[in-house]
């Protein structure tokens, strides 16, 4: 399995082009299945969830060109709407194929999704939501089986929980369901925002209310779009995090500054000046990181849940203690572990992690546990003294795109094997 090979003590710095945003650009992916004619959606990043995304479009009968961040889909006539198993396990944000595959085919047979090993993985938001708006699903032995007689039916809908997956698969199923449907309590994070934008820009009607309220007005039918995906935040803030740990002085162009109004204060609490535009972030960090007292992971806007697990590798170089708390995954420190093999000092209890500052970490053989842990122990490799060795990247592979490459032009020392 691929590994990387990080010599740290390299500043990390210079200027980057932030790619598109994985978790905006999977659901308009899956989106793009509802539509008639064909979509062209732009600044996809290129990564593996994407290719697995564009695979389950071609299972179900789409041709879909990937030629760089651009990905143009023709979307089937019809089909049976059943994906593989191995497609469906790939990774987690496959379950948002099924409110796209129920309303376009009136049926689907999916397997229960794969994905990160981020705890408890349930769907029951998904399930009810759908099921709700009409959708008979029967739970068989692992799979699902689902299928509507018609159309689907808007209705009123209130999740127990601020679901972003739930949310986009209510949101994909209601634009072309019988009558409007009323989400309460959805998600706001602005990969929701993007989702209604290429919804509506294919002729959906999405109105995202500032109480936490998603109304769709179901409409006949959809054409597709040209769309272009935000930004990705998540790989924004980690890309920071590298140049916070290691005290350089990176400017991140084609981002969106706003989408990390929870983030960007706990850098500056870390001893780091930044300079923001609408656009563009740039850190110097600072050649001793303070730590920041608490970050508590909360839905949007709060702290992002995948900023977590970096900014964790941050806090083991701070000089004092800093204290996690995971509010929104049940299982998201296992990470913890394999930093706490370079060095770190982290006691776990439960939601709360306590990471206690150390003046050096050094290196190790590590191993990605899941996407953004993987993320993490490359932080922490880039300021660790030694040679470290990160064994399993293809996990990092799922969510940043040529991490190795953009890194080794800000300075890392970083080998792919
Ligand atoms: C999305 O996952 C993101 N993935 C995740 O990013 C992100 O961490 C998460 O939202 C929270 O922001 C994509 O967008 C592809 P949720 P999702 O439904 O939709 C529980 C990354 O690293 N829950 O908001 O799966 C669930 O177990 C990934 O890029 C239920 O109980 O997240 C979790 O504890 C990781 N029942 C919480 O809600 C359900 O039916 C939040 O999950 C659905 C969710």
Redesign the pocket.
Known sequence: MAKYRIEGGGRIGGELHMHGA??AA??ILAASLVPATPSVISNCPQLS?VDAACNILRCLGCTVIQQGPSVTIQPAADHGGEIPDNLMGE???S??FLGAVITRFGRARISYPG??E??????????SALRKMGAIIEEDHGYLDCRVDGRLTGCEISLP??????T?NVMIAASIAQGTTILHNA?R?P?IVDLAGYLNACGAKVTIHSDSTVVVEGVESLTGAEYSVIPDR?ATATYLCAAAITGGDLLLRGVCSGHLAAVLPVFEEMGCQLTTTRHSIRLKGPERLLPAAHIKTM??PGF???AQAPFMAVACLADGNTIFVEN???SRYKQAGELIKMGAKIRLEGRVAVVEGVPSLHSASVRCT???GGAALVVAALAAEGSTLIQDVRHIDR?YERLEENLGRLGARIIRE
Do not use: Q
């Not at 993985?121 to 399930?127: L, T």
């Open positions: 994985k978790n999977l659901p969830d990774m987690r944000s379950i948002l994905g990160c981020l705890g408890p993985r349930p769907i029951d938001m998904h399930i929980f601020p679901s972003v997956g739930a986009e998600a994070e990969e998540i839905p949007y992002p849940t995948d929104i995954f049940e899941d996407l953004r969510g």
